[in-house]
């Protein structure tokens, strides 16, 4: 597939025996979660029918992009089972390398829109975590692209 | 791969590369055809080059890929030299089965059913995002998490005497919260006495076979037909999050170059991160010792209001599923203390153990493989011969060989509803989509497991138990 055609597409599935496996494309990183935060919460709701009725902000420090990544969607997870907020949208998102305690950590800061858990919408599938299993981020002719495995 | 056949059931990987033991797989012709199909193979191997391991790498006969160390998975580890790493253990901590029998006969409750199942699926909150009926503090939280078991039965749910009759007596000693992260503790908050989703089920199964009557009346199983109660679930968010959390601050600590697999991150069992980890996955087990003590007594009450008494309603075990303990093995003829990782397998312990409570001790330890959703599932008992083949470790369960994705595209839940109606079994789900994928057919033969379970003495055959009743998460 042609590199330009396949970053039109946001995330994809693939294969996978026990779990759920996904593959999320990005002009820039701050897309490439973006989306991959997409593929997380399809897994288990319908995003296209949550209104855009509540707020979160989300933070994150990692030491890593893959720690960054495993991070910043555990929180989705976090806020679905804490917060009951199913995800809508990520609306915004900003990611840095700043210096702290001597070396470089990456820190993530993003906004998202979603509702409460309700009967209006129903939960299908559960994600336990997210793991580092065969987990690769790269940037390929300019394009980021994340492959994650999720334990369900 | 280098695979060797030593009997019919019995395989060995030799030591070759970073091995520092050999593997040793427990499987069928067919069983290990399909461990032959994904990563399983490739993990032990990878397992057996971990610091401190003993003996061999195994793999239980319902194997198949996890992250780092496969399902289906055992290994002990040194104290001194060894490890400990939650790839070993899972990131559902003490995700396990606790199994109720009763006097109650099939064609007793037949009429109601319906009524029992509807009641319980009132009374325990199961589903993605289901909060639990009980509001906790922090506080109490970490009374759960230090108590366990013993904490619901200190608020009247069940009895002591459910207490004797639960791996660890429903309470590992050595747990503390204080290094569990406060994200963990609040996803712990709302989810005690929850049953979740995923593979987790509540049952009211019936007897459908006794292989050895002698030990099934040891553990109060006596005729066909006596209706049981299963209950599989874990420690939901709370344990998700302290694996999450421990593989990062590992990652930190250690680094992973020199591993094979990111997800095989560990660190040395007495080191200060390491013996954090214990603590805290002790908390976990706890908190799900206490979640299904909970569960089994809304559905006692629930036999109660619909039957009007529970009768003869009595736990016979309660077994772990994903864990690391520290138990007291023979290697090369020395006893010595090790740290044992389970992941996706039960521990079987045979006669005279401690650990076994008194009334079982003579003859073994329950062992609970529940099946999936809608199939049989069966009660086993430790053995002797298990200490010298598997670390005294069988199977768990029947184990996946079709995707989710699979799954989707083949059932519809509805479906699946009929087609168990037709058998006399009743389902109550919190998602139909949910029910199609964890469809009988995407997993292994359960059968199959427990015979090669029984064949090499890994945990020998006592009952046979088929649902009546099922409710998924």
Known sequence: MNEALKVEKKYEYLPHMADAKFRAYGHSLEELLANAASALASLMWDMEKVKPVRRESIRAEASSLEQLTVKFLTEFIYLMEVKSFLLGKVESIKIEEVQKDGGKIYRLEAEAVGDDISPQYEIYGQVKAITYNEIKIEKINGDWVLEIVVDM | ???????????????????????RIYASSRL???????????????????????????????????????????????????????????????????????????????????????????????????????????????????????????????????????????????????????????????????????????????????????????????????????????????????????????????????????????APFKSKLGQQYYRSMCAAVNYAFANRQMIAHWVRSVFEKIMGEARGMRQIYDVCHNVAKVEKHTVNGKEKLLCVHRKGATRSFGPGRPEIPAVYRYVGQPV??????????????????????????????????????????????????????????????????????????AYKDVDEVVKVSHETGLGKLVARLVPVGVMKG
């Open chain 2, 1 to 23: 791969m280098d695979l060797v056949r030593l009997s019919e059931y019995i395989w060995e990987m030799p030591k070759s590369g970073q091995m520092r033991v050999p593997a």
């Open chain 2, 368 to 441: 609970l493989i529940p099946g999936s959703m809608g199939t049989a599932s069966y009660v086993l008992v430790g053995t002797e011969e298990a200490e010298e083949l598997s670390f005294s470790s069988t199977a768990h369960g029947a184990g996946r060989v079709m995707s989710r994705n699979e799954a989707l595209r083949r059932f519809r839940g509805e479906q699946i509803r009929d087609e168990l109606a037709k058998k006399g079994i009743e389902l109550k789900a919190a998602s139909w989509k949910g029910v199609a994928e964890e469809a009988a057919a």
């Open chain 2, 32 to 266: 290990i055809e399909m461990a032959g199909r994904d990563q399983t193979l490739q993990q032990a191997k990878n397992v057996a080059c971990l610091p401190g391991i003993q003996k061999m790498s195994y793999v239980m006969p319902d194997a198949h890929q996890g992250y780092g160390f496969p399902i289906g998975g055992v290994a002990a580890f040194d104290l001194d030299e060894g490890i400990i790493s939650p790839g070993g253990v899972g990131y559902d901590i003490n995700c396990g089965v606790r199994l109720l029998r009763t006097d109650f006969k099939e064609s007793e409750i037949a009429t109601r059913k319906k009524e029992l199942l509807s009641e319980i699926f009132k009374e325990v909150p199961a589903g993605v995002g289901k909060g639990g009926v009980t509001k906790l503090s922090s506080h109490v939280l970490k009374e759960v998490l230090i108590k366990g078991a013993r904490w619901a039965v200190d608020q009247g749910y069940g009895s002591a005497e459910d207490l004797d009759r639960t791996e660890e007596g429903g309470q590992m000693k050595e747990a503390s919260f204080e290094f569990i992260s406060e994200r963990a503790l609040e996803r712990g908050v709302p989810q005690l006495g929850t049953l979740g989703a995923g593979n987790h089920f509540l049952e009211i199964q019936k007897v459908d076979e006794i292989y050895d009557e002698k030990v099934a009346r040891v553990f109060g199983i006596e005729d066909k037909d006596q209706i049981l109660v299963m209950i599989h679930c874990g420690s939901r968010g709370l344990g998700h999050q302290i694996a999450t959390d421990y593989i990062e601050l590992m990652e930190n600590e250690f680094g992973f170059k020199d591993l094979p697999d990111r997800e095989l991150i560990n």
